[in-house]
Structures are given as C-alpha cells and as structure tokens.
C-alpha cells in the first residue's frame, strides 16, 4: 500500500490532466490540499477520475480558498468518508463517527473550525497476518498563524486541539489512524532552513502542541535514542502518533517540502518541512516500510510526502455517499424543483455571516472574491450619470441629428491640454502660425473639446511651457508632411523645393531636443537597477504590497534567488529604496 500527500495550491495545479497526475504516483490513497475550489466551480473531469472515487471538502465562506480533497484507487474504496472534524458536516448512515469530548467548543467555534474546508477522513479496512483490521485516514490543512491576526494564532491552536482530540477518539476505539496533510509548522529546528532567524524558536505554540501530539520527539530526532533514555524524562514525549518521515530519517537535514516562490527559495532549498505523514506508533513500528519527501515533483510551492506501508487494502463494494460521483450534478439525475426551495440550514447561516471574517489564503495573489451576481448585473447595466440636468427627449432627438449632420474638423492634440478659457490665455488656433482670427462664436467652437485638466491662474506658466513643447512637436510633423508633399511636385518648382527645404531644415535644427525632452518628462519608464554590491549584477524592482507607510513604495533588491548567509549563490543584502520623482 503506498499513500501520498500534496498541498497543490489549486487544483490547477494539474494542467496535463488530473488523472495522469494521479497515475504518476502509482499510489492507493492520494490527498490533497488548498484545492482553493468551492463546490459551485468543481468541474466533472476534476470531481469524477476513471478508476478512483474522490472525497471533497469546500470552504463555505469564500471561493478560491483552502479546500482538500482525498482521490482513493477503486482497489481502496473506503467503507466511510465524512468531512470536517466536529461531525457537524457528516451525513449519518455512513459516517465515520468517535468525535469524542468537544465540551471544550462552543457551538459557534465547531462550526467556524468546519466551514473553511480543511478536513477529509476516509475509513478503510486492510488485511495483515493477524487479519482484518481498520484503518482511519485523516486528511488535513491546517490553518496558518498570521502574525498580524491574533484571532488566527487562537483558531489554529483550536484546530489543533479537535484535531488531536478526534484522532486520539478513533484510535482509542480500535482503528489505526495515520493523519497527513499539511500542518503548516516546521516541528525541530533541522525542520527549518534558518531556525536561530526566528525569534523564541521553541516557544512557538504550534510547536510545543507537536511535542505533546509525537510520541520520542526527542530534540535530535532520533527516536530509538529517546526510547532507551528512561532517564531523562525532559526528552520523552508521551504522544501517540509518530512523525514517519522522521522515523526513517531522524538526522537528516534540508529536507524541506515548502519554499517561497516570490523569492525562487527553492533554487537554494530555502524552506521548511511543514507536511507530514503521522502514524499510529503500532502501525508504524508493525507495518511501515518507508517515508520520504519529492522534492523533484514541482508545481507547487510545496512538494509531495509518500509513505509505504506492507498491508493490503480491501476495497468497499459501494463508495460512501460523500463520494463526489453522487452530487447531483455529476450523477445524471435531474434534480426536483422542491431542492431549490429547501430550508437553510442555521450552519449555512453562519457560513453566510462569518464569510467576510475568513482570512486570506496562504499565496495572497492567488484569492478571488465571491462576486454578487445582482451587483455584477447593476453595474453593467447601469449608465453613467450625467452632470447636467435631464433632458427632454426632444432636444436628446435634435442634438443627435446636428451630430449625425455636422462637418466638423478632426481636434488637435492640444485641446486635451487647454485650460479653462479666460481673458489672460488665447486659444490654440492663435497661437498657430497659419491661425486666422476668429470670431466669439467661433472660439467655443473649438474650445468644445474634452478638458482633461482645470488649471488655476498660477498654473498659466507651466500651461504656457506644455503648449510650447506641443505646438513645437505639431510644428515638426506639419513640416515633414509638408516636405513630402513638396518633394512629390514637378521638376519645374526644384528650386522654390530646395529654398524652403532649407528654411524647414533651419527651423527643425532651431527646435530640436524639445520634443524628445518633453516625452521623456511625460512618459517615464522603469527607473535603471543598480548593480548589488556583493555580486556586481543588476538588481530587480520590487513593490512594498504590505499596508503601512510605505504601502506602494517601489525599492531594489539583489535578483538572486533567497538562501542562507552562508551560500555565496544566494541573494545578498543589498537593499536600496527607489526616490521620489525617478
């Protein structure tokens, strides 16, 4: 029996086909999770795989946010499935049940834990030489602790907690438990790619849970250590699960499955190793074979866990009614009319309420807002206000047709840069060389165009100096157009040609550099990286996107990828704030 796990960070992850990605790992039980999908925007190909059954949980409160989702091989169908931990979720004919004492939860905190979609458990039963016996798959993903959210640290820790209390129920009565997923904290500091940067590094909360949760979570991971060290309580751990990957492996170091891809960390192997498998202790000492990591598996920010296990699964003859090829819109049968007038339940209520109240996901960029369909209509359908006061629809029907009839000239670009008409500034056709004069009613004419801008009195010398530059720009091109014009006469004008050429070349030279000045000064691109002290290369622009002062602020760092201190390939610390103005 082989089992993996895979935080995937969206389904998408799977651009060549959800069951070749499947197949790839040849394994009987395949978890997920951040599937950052809801039920609403799950897709039949992605829900109903050829050859296994798969097990959905959707956060009730946003789309593109968290979710997981357990695929089983119809060679390991199991005989239960229930989503969420508190039971609230379950349906009852075939759930898997043993929730234990959740006296230490409010109603309200139950419901919260289980309306963001961080928990599968599947039940399936497997043969070993003494005979049949039960097996409780719990797939998880555990909240992240965001620094600035104290509500987040608590609801972890919480979830933590009925995590620990439902895993220790089921195996208290008699089923073997293994709990994979991702955990979302780095146990020991070999777990961690630069643990002495952290401050309290041990007193993490979530930490000290592992230490109670991990039987022989001894401080060198080496558990037979910690077994024959009766002596020294302060490194025994009385937990009842053991962290697999450890057991195997309790020394090895940069084994890491999570790296930043805003940062390319994982071209340094800059990370932590946040997901596990955890195993009952008599599971894994009896039937464990080996756990490892798959670093060479990408795709995601975080790489995949397998373990094997000598046991063979016997399949259930019928999928618990979870299975997703059940839903109604994936089953082929036409729903009744009564379904869409069902009560809603007072946990669909709460979802409603506390939707606002959900966090961001783990990869900020990747979120996307449910989007009220009314608002979304309102909005398209809706027309721009106008500033004046309503019309009639008799005047609406004459103004259209002076429209329709009307010869008017193409504007010039400058009547996008004309202040407000006023007795101290002229208009742009006075100011041209060929401008004849113009009457009143002729100046509002031309001054009907757009006003981009309503400049004030002390705004009229950098009006006047915009519009020298554009009358110099429109001056040039009149010039080259009327040099091409006069380029293409007869051969009996040559030498009237040559003397205006002459006059055009004149003034061309007179004006040159104004008109390149002038776009410079509008149209600024990237300002030019600097090279980093430590590597003589050029530096990558960045944005500050977190909220504070300096929100937007654009800044340069070294474009090397993260990575520690001590590794010459890795980003040095060059760090230098992009001014004002450039």
């Given at each position: 029996m082989k089992i993996v796990t895979w935080n995937i960070n969206g389904i998408r992850t799977f651009k060549n086909g959800i069951k070749k990605a499947l197949d790839s790992f040849d394994a009987d039980i395949i978890c997920v999770q951040e599937t950052k999908v809801t039920r609403?925007?799950?897709?039949?190909?992605?829900?109903?795989?050829?050859?296994?059954?798969?097990?959905?949980?959707?956060?009730?409160?946003?789309?593109?946010?968290?979710?997981?989702?357990?695929?089983?091989?119809?060679?390991?169908?199991?005989?239960?499935?229930?989503?969420?931990?508190?039971?609230?979720?379950?349906?009852?004919?075939?759930?898997?049940?043993c929730y234990g004492d959740q006296c230490a939860f409010s109603t309200e905190e139950l419901q919260s834990l289980d309306s963001e979609g961080r928990a599968v458990i599947t039940q399936h039963k497997f043969m070993r030489e003494e005979g049949s016996e039960t097996l409780t798959v719990i797939n998880v993903y555990c909240p992240r602790a965001d620094p600035e959210k104290p509500e987040r640290k608590l609801f972890k820790l919480q979830f933590y907690k009925l995590l620990q209390s439902r895993a220790e129920t089921i195996e208290g009565l008699g089923s073997h438990v293994i709990i994979l997923g991702d955990i979302n904290t780095?146990?020991?500091?070999?777990?961690?790619?630069?643990?002495?940067?952290?401050?309290?590094?041990?007193?993490?909360?979530?930490?000290?849970?592992?230490?109670?949760?991990?039987?022989?979570?001894?401080?060198?991971?080496?558990?037979?250590?910690?077994?024959?060290?009766?002596?020294?309580?302060?490194r025994m751990a009385g937990g009842k699960f053991v962290d697999t990957f450890r057991h195997f492996h309790p020394t090895r170091a940069n084994a890491f499955t999570c790296w930043s891809t805003l940062t390319g960390a994982r071209q340094t192997n800059y990370g932590t190793r946040i997901d596990y498998i955890f195993g009952s202790r008599s599971l894994v000492e009896k039937s464990f074979l080996s756990a490892d990591i798959m670093p060479e598996v990408e795709g995601s920010d975080h790489c995949p866990v397998f373990a094997q296990l000598s046991c063979t699964l016997i399949p259930s003859p019928k999928c618990p009614s979870l299975c997703t090829?059940?839903?109604?819109?994936?089953?082929?049968?036409?729903?009744?009319?009564?379904?869409?007038?069902?009560?809603?339940?007072?946990?669909?209520?709460?979802?409603?309420?506390?939707?606002?109240?959900?966090?961001?996901?783990?990869e900020a960029e990747e979120i996307r807002e449910n989007v009220s369909p009314t608002a979304a209509r309102m909005s398209v359908g809706q027309k721009r206000p106008s500033d004046g006061p309503p019309e009639s629809s008799a005047f609406k029907g004459k103004r259209s047709k002076q429209v329709k009839t009307a010869n008017k000239p193409q504007g010039s670009l400058l009547a996008f840069f004309k202040p407000k008409p006023s007795p101290e500034i002229f208009s742009s056709q006075s100011l041209m060389p060929s401008a004849k004069p113009a009457n009143s009613s002729s100046l509002k004419s031309e001054d009907s165009g757009p006003e981009i801008h309503k400049r004030k009195?002390?705004?009229?010398?950098?009006?006047?100096?915009?519009?020298?530059?554009?009358?110099?720009?429109?001056?040039?091109?009149?010039?080259e157009a009327e040099g091409t014009r006069l380029n293409t006469e007869g051969q009996g004008c040559q030498?009237?040609?040559?003397?205006?050429?002459?006059?055009?070349?004149?003034?061309?030279?007179?004006?040159?550099g104004k008109c390149p000045d002038f776009w410079k000064a509008v149209l600024r691109g990237p300002p030019q990286p600097p090279l980093c002290k430590e590597h003589n290369e050029p530096c990558v622009l960045r944005t500050v996107k977190k909220a504070g002062p300096n929100l937007g602020r654009q800044f340069f760092v070294c474009a090397r990828p993260q990575g520690h201190a001590s590794n010459p390939?890795?980003?040095?610390?060059?760090?230098?704030w992009v001014e004002k103005g450039k």
């Amino acid at each position: 029996m082989k089992i993996v796990t895979w935080n995937i960070n969206g389904i998408r992850t799977f651009k060549n086909g959800i069951k070749k990605a499947l197949d790839s790992f040849d394994a009987d039980i395949i978890c997920v999770q951040e599937t950052k999908v809801t039920r609403d925007l799950l897709d039949e190909r992605t829900a109903v795989v050829d050859g296994y059954n798969s097990y959905f949980s959707f956060s009730r409160g946003r789309s593109g946010y968290s979710g997981v989702a357990t695929f089983c091989k119809d060679t390991a169908t199991p005989f239960a499935a229930e989503e969420g931990l508190t039971g609230l979720l379950a349906n009852l004919g075939d759930a898997v049940g043993c929730y234990g004492d959740q006296c230490a939860f409010s109603t309200e905190e139950l419901q919260s834990l289980d309306s963001e979609g961080r928990a599968v458990i599947t039940q399936h039963k497997f043969m070993r030489e003494e005979g049949s016996e039960t097996l409780t798959v719990i797939n998880v993903y555990c909240p992240r602790a965001d620094p600035e959210k104290p509500e987040r640290k608590l609801f972890k820790l919480q979830f933590y907690k009925l995590l620990q209390s439902r895993a220790e129920t089921i195996e208290g009565l008699g089923s073997h438990v293994i709990i994979l997923g991702d955990i979302n904290t780095s146990h020991r500091p070999i777990d961690h790619c630069d643990p002495d940067d952290v401050d309290n590094f041990e007193d993490n909360p979530g930490r000290k849970w592992l230490d109670t949760f991990l039987f022989g979570s001894a401080e060198n991971g080496n558990e037979g250590e910690v077994e024959d060290s009766e002596s020294s309580p302060k490194r025994m751990a009385g937990g009842k699960f053991v962290d697999t990957f450890r057991h195997f492996h309790p020394t090895r170091a940069n084994a890491f499955t999570c790296w930043s891809t805003l940062t390319g960390a994982r071209q340094t192997n800059y990370g932590t190793r946040i997901d596990y498998i955890f195993g009952s202790r008599s599971l894994v000492e009896k039937s464990f074979l080996s756990a490892d990591i798959m670093p060479e598996v990408e795709g995601s920010d975080h790489c995949p866990v397998f373990a094997q296990l000598s046991c063979t699964l016997i399949p259930s003859p019928k999928c618990p009614s979870l299975c997703t090829r059940y839903m109604p819109e994936f089953a082929g049968r036409q729903q009744k009319l009564s379904r869409f007038f069902a009560q809603v339940s007072e946990q669909q209520n709460f979802s409603r309420n506390t939707a606002e109240s959900l966090p961001g996901s783990q990869e900020a960029e990747e979120i996307r807002e449910n989007v009220s369909p009314t608002a979304a209509r309102m909005s398209v359908g809706q027309k721009r206000p106008s500033d004046g006061p309503p019309e009639s629809s008799a005047f609406k029907g004459k103004r259209s047709k002076q429209v329709k009839t009307a010869n008017k000239p193409q504007g010039s670009l400058l009547a996008f840069f004309k202040p407000k008409p006023s007795p101290e500034i002229f208009s742009s056709q006075s100011l041209m060389p060929s401008a004849k004069p113009a009457n009143s009613s002729s100046l509002k004419s031309e001054d009907s165009g757009p006003e981009i801008h309503k400049r004030k009195p002390n705004d009229i010398t950098d009006y006047n100096v915009t519009h020298d530059m554009l009358t110099d720009c429109l001056t040039e091109v009149r010039e080259e157009a009327e040099g091409t014009r006069l380029n293409t006469e007869g051969q009996g004008c040559q030498g009237e040609i040559q003397i205006k050429a002459t006059s055009h070349q004149e003034t061309k030279d007179s004006k040159k550099g104004k008109c390149p000045d002038f776009w410079k000064a509008v149209l600024r691109g990237p300002p030019q990286p600097p090279l980093c002290k430590e590597h003589n290369e050029p530096c990558v622009l960045r944005t500050v996107k977190k909220a504070g002062p300096n929100l937007g602020r654009q800044f340069f760092v070294c474009a090397r990828p993260q990575g520690h201190a001590s590794n010459p390939e890795a980003r040095c610390n060059f760090f230098a704030w992009v001014e004002k103005g450039k």
